[in-house]
């Protein structure tokens, strides 16, 4: 067979979204096992909804997911070959295909509304204009349209994952708009021609457009084009049913600004409808709002589910692993194998193990994902993440820490599930505790005989004495402590824990005292002394 060439075609509205990048991913995995060819191309036409940082964070997320596209000199913009598209336009209307239609908007809601009230489906066909109507609607200042005359014929296609003979019936047919008032093609239009321009033998892309392909066919026929292979991809669904949408984000920060707002006040935030969008369920606020909004209320973005790709890097996963999840969802190998490297997913790859039924968006599944994949990965490679983690959270603490100190860091902090969660078990590296946990006060410091105030009073001179202070000096200090007194280790940890981190948790108790310093660690002592003798 000839070389396959795939392509990803997102419209640049908005964040690279999860589904979008499931999408990518295998058509960059059926070029790449195929040794065949991906291309990007840009689906600009919607000229109100499309913006260029949307087209930037789309290829920043991309290149940081993996997916390299062969076109990287040549990148195709729909907005850039509007010449091209009107040509075939002209063409097409000069054989009598397609044709200029003139009904406002206001008029289209009425034929609609007229097809409902006698139950049948709206199909728009060509309308017989007068000179006096066409002459009126130009005298109006109206700007046509141009639509395609659909041959009244079924359009039947056989889809590499749903089977045979998926389309419709000659009734459906309907002359679609190929060229907007504004003079831009419509996607349909301008997906048909590109695909075929770029020589593009397989389209994998989301089952919502299952019945464009329709459309698509009967272009591709009236332009002598090859059809491409299809294949409509499951729907990715959230475990509870529904799909996964930005709206989940926005749901969780209204919810946090009405209680915001209940307690402090009204929220003013420039350039945004604060409280249209605390009304209004169906109200949504871009990415840029909502941190806008988030700030003020103190929320952190890490807080909200994560819906596009930029959500998953600020979290801190890896690239790899969010790969493996994402193949998974749609796609299967057929054994029990899951776990699974890159070079991997590319020699598995093949289009008859995908599914129909729709995938579900396992996040506990991904959670354990990427727990087992930072365990397994060489220290450098969780080293490099952590350092393109930080390169996407410039507030976190960790920018006070050198290399060393940051290996450090990833080391002592075993069994994290995604990067954010070393800098959450680190804070109490860079804040000294500010109160102490009341029940691990009552169960560790207090009781004991001696008791564990006893205890720290001890190792206050213990680690006072210590000369050289590492983990290993400190550890032999402390446990030396613990034979001199008879108290098992953990009696003396404790209250160590307590006054360095306030509570009863923390990295390995020496290696955090060798990374806290020796003066700080005396310090929080004697703080931790002070403030729970006076109310012994
Ligand atoms: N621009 C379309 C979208 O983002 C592409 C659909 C297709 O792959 O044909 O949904």
């Known amino acids: 067979m000839s070389q396959i060439v795939t392509r990803y075609a997102p419209s640049p509205t908005g964040e690279q979204h999860v589904g979008g990048a499931r999408t990518a991913l295998f058509n960059w995995l059926l070029a790449r096992n195929t040794g065949g060819k991906f291309y990007l191309r840009i689906e600009d036409t919607d000229q109100a909804r499309s913006t260029q940082s949307s087209v930037e964070s789309l290829l920043r997320d991309l290149k940081w997911i993996g997916y390299d596209w062969d076109n990287a000199d040549d990148l195709m913009y729909q907005s850039k070959r509007v010449p091209i598209y009107d040509k075939l336009i002209s063409e097409l209307m000069e054989r009598g295909l397609a044709y200029e239609a003139w009904e406002t908007k206001a008029e289209l809601d009425n034929m609609r509304g007229q097809a409902a009230i006698a139950k049948r489906p709206f199909l728009y066909k060509r309308q017989n204009y007068t000179h006096e109507q066409l002459a009126k609607f130009k005298d109006e200042g109206r700007k046509p349209?141009?639509?395609?005359?659909?041959?009244?014929k079924p359009y039947y296609f056989d889809d590499e994952v749903l089977g045979p003979k998926c389309g419709v019936d000659a009734d459906q047919a309907q002359d679609f708009v190929i060229r907007k008032t504004?003079?831009?093609p419509t996607y349909h239009f301008a997906v048909v021609i590109d695909d075929a321009e770029m020589g593009i033998t397989h389209i994998l892309r989301g089952a919502e457009h299952l019945l464009n392909t329709c459309q698509h066919i009967a272009l591709q026929e009236a332009l002598g084009y090859d059809r491409p292979k299809y294949a409509h991809l499951p729907v990715i669904e959230k475990m509870?049913?529904?799909?996964m949408s930005k709206r989940d984000q926005d749901k969780l920060i209204r919810e946090r600004a009405r209680e915001w707002r209940d307690a402090h006040g009204e929220i003013v935030v420039d350039g945004v409808d604060v409280e249209k969008f605390l009304s209004d369920k169906k109200s949504q606020l871009e990415t840029a709002e909502q941190d806008k909004v988030m700030a003020v209320i103190g929320m952190e973005r890490r807080e909200l589910p994560e819906i596009n790709i930029a959500d998953f890097r600020a979290a801190g996963y890896l690239p790899e692993t969010l790969n493996n999840f994402l193949a998974l969802l749609g796609w299967s190998t057929g054994d029990d194998t899951e776990?699974?490297?890159m070079d991997e997913l590319v020699s598995r790859f093949s289009l008859d193990r995908i599914g129909k039924s729709s995938a579900k968006f396992d996040r506990a599944k991904l959670t354990k994902f990427s727990t087992?994949?930072?365990?397994?990965a060489e220290p450098q490679r969780v080293f490099g993440a952590m350092t393109d983690w930080l390169s996407v959270n410039p507030d976190s603490p960790l920018h006070r820490c050198d290399d060393d100190q940051l290996r450090t860091l990833l080391a002592m902090n075993t069994g994290f599930h995604v990067l954010a969660e070393v800098e959450q078990k680190s804070t109490l590296f860079f804040e000294a505790p500010t109160e102490y946990d009341e029940k691990a006060v009552a169960k560790f410091i207090r009781k004991g005989e001696p008791s564990g105030l006893e205890h720290l009073r001890t190792s206050r001179e213990v680690l006072a004495?210590?000369?050289?202070?590492?983990?290993a000096t400190i550890e032999a200090a402390i446990r030396k402590?613990?034979?001199?007194?008879?108290?098992?280790?953990?009696k003396v940890a404790q209250p160590l824990r307590i006054a360095v981190a306030g509570g009863p948790v923390s990295p390995p108790i020496f290696d955090t005292l060798a990374f806290l310093g020796k003066d700080k660690t005396l310090t929080r002592i004697d703080a931790t002394l002070a403030a729970l003798s006076e109310t012994a």
């Open 145 to 152: 349209v141009v639509r395609f005359a659909m041959a009244e």
């Open 182 to 184: 504004d003079g831009m």
């Open 240 to 243: 509870g049913g529904g799909k």
């Open 339 to 341: 776990r699974m490297s």
């Open 372 to 376: 087992e994949a930072f365990e397994h």
């Open 465 to 471: 004495a210590v000369e050289t202070w590492d983990t």
């Open 481 to 490: 402590q613990c034979e001199g007194s008879g108290a098992g280790l953990g």
